[in-house]
Nanobody, 121 residues
Framework: QVQVVESGGGLVQAGGSLGLSCTASGSIAELKAMGWYRQAPGKQRERVAQITSGGSTNYADSVKGRFTISRDNAKNTMHLQMNSLKPEDTADYYC???????????????WGQGTQVTVSS
């Protein structure tokens, strides 16, 4: 069993900052890439940012220069720092973790329950 739990989020005014954290726990033999997706009301889920176990990152064009993703491999934790927030960043944010449970197992993606971010204009 693997659990993925997000924390952070909330309500902030446009131009403000928020931080999101995500921790993966349970039967983890190898924690590979972790990432954040978001889904706004009436829209499809979109990828926001991803970070590999080696620290390589990539971002959606819409958040480049404003969001920073980082991770602590020793704690199986990832953080998303969101600056210069805009009303269009309002969405439910979901953390994902790509995990290998056993040495010979395949890699599966696990998701958190989501955390809400609301940016007021």
């Amino acid at each position: 069993q693997v659990q993925v739990v997000e924390s952070g989020g909330g309500l902030v005014q446009a131009g403000g900052s928020l931080g999101l954290s995500c921790t993966a726990s349970g039967s983890i033999a190898e924690l590979k890439a972790m990432g954040w997706y978001r889904q706004a009301p009436g829209k499809q889920r979109e990828r926001v940012a991803q970070i590999t176990s080696g620290g390589s990152t990539n971002y959606a064009d819409s958040v480049k220069g404003r969001f920073t993703i980082s991770r602590d491999n020793a704690k199986n934790t990832m953080h998303l720092q969101m600056n210069s927030l805009k009303p269009e960043d309002t969405a439910d944010y979901y953390c994902n973790a790509d995990v290998r449970i056993g040495v010979s197992d395949s890699v599966n993606r696990y998701w958190g329950q989501g955390t809400q971010v609301t940016v007021s204009s």
